[in-house]
Nanobody, 115 residues
Framework: QVQLVESGGGLVQPGGSLRLSCAASGSIFSPNLMGWYRQAPGKQRELVAAITSGGSTSFADSVKGRFTISRDNAKNAVYLQMNSLKPEDTAVYYC?????????WGQGTQVTVSS
């Protein structure tokens, strides 16, 4: 059974940086799209960033220019580098991998931006 294990969340001051990591514990057949969602209290889960198997990326307007996404296909891992963090970035962040015939979610990691 494949599990996505996330790490890297925590408490950071406004303007700071965090790097989230997400790696699969087992083999995933033909992983295609990888991405990160977030969900703030009282809000719907939203897609923050995504990266295709070819390396093309897309970002929510609210994080463009501040966040970058990358992946390691050999490890079935995806990363989210978050810079210039703002209080409104506070949320639980979830990774997701879309693969042939299925998709997988991480358990979520809390990111809190506060002084």
């Amino acid at each position: 059974q494949v599990q996505l294990v996330e790490s890297g969340g925590g408490l950071v001051q406004p303007g700071g940086s965090l790097r989230l990591s997400c790696a699969a514990s087992g083999s995933i057949f033909s992983p295609n799209l990888m991405g990160w969602y977030r969900q703030a209290p009282g809000k719907q889960r939203e897609l923050v960033a995504a990266i295709t198997s070819g390396g093309s990326t897309s970002f929510a307007d609210s994080v463009k220019g501040r966040f970058t996404i990358s992946r390691d296909n050999a490890k079935n891992a995806v990363y989210l580098q978050m810079n210039s963090l703002k209080p409104e970035d506070t949320a639980v962040y979830y990774c997701k991998i879309w693969a042939a015939g299925s998709d997988y979610w991480g358990q979520g990691t809390q990111v809190t931006v506060s002084s």
